[in-house]
């Protein structure tokens, strides 16, 4: 097996760090605080080719792959994890688009969505159930030429950012993926739920209330939409949630690392007491660890592999990732004494975000659940 990454791919790394270094290092805190959604540095991603990364070049993209995206968004969470966040949820729209809308769609969504100019969401959520997709009570009724719309999402990452939201609601027997745009009558986003981390990409609840949607809007084929809906969670979401996760832990890591060598007690730098080596130690090679599963993820998708053959693979990545993220917050935290809860060391924040990591993109125990059934059979 060939572990080494690619050219372009160690390219891109270099790329994304100094980027993210230079535009979302100096901002995050104050990101963080102001809470609102970072448009300029979407922008600033778009015209590096890291927001349309696994679209086709016909549609705007720069179709670099999977394991490159996790890359990304790995370097990108290592220093601000809410627009990393983004990526994972507003890229399932993206290759939802790309893989199951027709071309209008297509045509139509995804060059502004690759620049940067427009926001994507992906709501599938409703207050009956995360993990349950079967409990939907969100109503598409045709009617003529268009849905009649009726229902509720809640907890849509971007819901009241975005200007096109791809949504599943009940229609008939089975249930339709289809778009909304911003500012369709009926629809609105009432509101902005209050959260602990991740503050600057609002999560928000969607309401549809006969909302008139046409046709043509309907993404894939009818009765399909759940179906669609978790194909994009497996293939994009989810990998994407680990990495985000990789990314906090390595960040929370070097911070850790950087303090322990400047802290001195006893007359030398509390790197060199043995107790805080060992928990230095742990963070590096659980990091490292779950590094090596995300990009197996990756590497399995840019090998033609589908999120059901793969699912194991993916919920591994996303469990252990998510974590280790939380596991490396938490002992940092304890390193750095009184300093690790001071917003300034830039841990808090971190922390926060890891803990919103744990339900996002399907909880942890139902990681578990998709593990230990392919263990059980
Ligand atoms: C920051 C954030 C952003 C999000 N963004 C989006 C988004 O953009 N779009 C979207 O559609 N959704 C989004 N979500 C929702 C997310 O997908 C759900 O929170 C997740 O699926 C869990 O659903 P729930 O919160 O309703 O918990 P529930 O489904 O009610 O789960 C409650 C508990 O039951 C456990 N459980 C559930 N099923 C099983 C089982 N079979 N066996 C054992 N235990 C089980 C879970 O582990 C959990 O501990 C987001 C969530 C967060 C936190």
């Not at 995804?110 to 993990?131: F, N």
């Not at 693979?313 to 252990?320: C, G, H, S, T, V």
């Amino acid at each position: 097996m060939d572990f080494a990454p690619t050219r372009e791919q160690e390219m891109l790394r270099d790329m994304v760090r100094a980027f993210a270094e230079s535009e979302l290092a100096p901002n995050a805190l104050s990101f963080d605080e102001k809470g609102e959604f970072p448009f300029e540095a979407l922008k600033k991603a778009a015209k590096l080719g890291l927001v349309g990364i696994i679209n086709s070049k016909e549609y705007g993209g720069s179709d670099m792959g999977h394991l490159a995206r996790m890359i990304m968004i790995e370097e990108i969470s290592r220093v601000y994890p809410p627009l990393g966040f983004y990526f994972q949820t507003g890229q399932i729209g993206m290759y939802g688009l790309q893989n199951f809308g027709s071309e209008e769609q297509k045509k139509k969504y995804l060059p502004p969505l690759c620049q940067g100019d427009t926001v994507m969401a992906w709501a599938l959520t409703e207050a009956t159930g995360g993990s349950d997709a079967s409990t939907l009570q969100t109503t598409a009724e045709l009617v003529g030429d268009e849905y009649n719309v009726n229902g509720r999402k809640v907890f849509i990452t971007a819901g009241e950012t975005a200007d096109v939201v791809g949504f599943v609601a009940k229609a008939g027997d089975g249930t339709n993926l289809l778009l909304v745009e911003k500012g369709t009558p009926g629809f609105t986003t009432p509101r902005r739920e209050e959260r602990l981390g991740l503050r600057s990409i609002p999560v928000s609840e969607l309401a549809f209330t006969n909302c008139r949607i046409p046709k043509e809007n309907l993404v894939g084929q009818e009765g399909r939409g759940v179906r669609l809906a978790l194909a994009g969670i497996g293939a994009v979401g989810r990998p994407g949630a680990a990495a985000v996760s990789l990314g906090i832990a390595q960040g929370a890591y070097e911070v850790t690392l950087r303090f322990a060598k400047e802290r001195n007690l006893y007359g030398k730098a509390i790197v060199q007491l043995q107790a805080v080596q060992f928990a230095l130690v742990n963070m590096n090679v659980e990091t490292e660890a779950a590094r090596w599963l995300c990009y197996y993820t990756g590497w399995l998708l840019d090998q033609g592999k589908s999120p059901g053959e793969i699912g194991p693979d993916i919920a591994r990545a996303k469990l252990y990732a998510t974590d280790v993220a939380n596991k490396v917050c938490l002992k940092a935290a304890e390193i750095m004494g009184g300093y690790g809860l001071s917003p300034e060391y830039q841990l808090v924040r971190r922390l926060r975000d890891a803990l919103e990591l744990l339900p996002a993109a399907g909880a942890q125990d139902v990681q578990r659940v998709i593990i230990g059934g392919a263990i059980a059979r």
